[in-house]
């Protein structure tokens, strides 16, 4: 069982930056990919990004492109979500997830965090 810990939301202004963190339990995490995904309320989960298990290979849905990047430190087992510019739209709860396999943008990981509270106030 793998057991990842988001951090780093809080309430920030538009156009200001936020950090989240994942930190997970899994000694193998370096050969797991990462996911991140956001809900707001009354809306669908929605795929925000992700980074394969060496960190070569990412993905973004289209309206964080250029604003947030993921990257991940394997030797401290986490993962992050850099996220600038931020919309009142990015107000969610975002989750870290984990896979075996790369999935990318799809729901299908095998775990999940808790979530971290992100508002973004214009």
């Known amino acids: 069982q793998v057991q990842l810990v988001e951090s780093g939301g809080g309430l920030v202004q538009a156009g200001g930056s936020l950090r989240l963190s994942c930190a997970a339990s899994?000694?193998?995490?370096?050969?797991?990919?990462m996911g991140w995904f956001r809900q707001a309320p009354g809306k669908e989960r929605q795929f925000v990004a992700a980074?394969?298990?060496?960190?070569?290979?990412?993905s973004y849905v289209s309206s964080v492109k250029g604003r947030f990047t993921i990257s991940r430190d394997n030797a401290k087992n986490t993962v992050y979500l850099q996220m600038n510019s931020l919309k009142p739209e990015d107000t969610a709860v975002y989750y870290c997830?984990?896979?075996?396999?790369?999935?990318?943008?799809?729901?299908?990981?095998?775990?999940w965090g808790q979530g971290t509270q992100v508002t973004v106030s214009s």
């Open positions: 997830a984990c896979s075996r396999e790369w999935v990318g943008s799809e729901a299908r990981y095998d775990y």
């Open positions: 899994e000694r193998t995490f370096e050969t797991n990919h």
């Open positions: 980074i394969n298990w060496s960190g070569r290979t990412t």
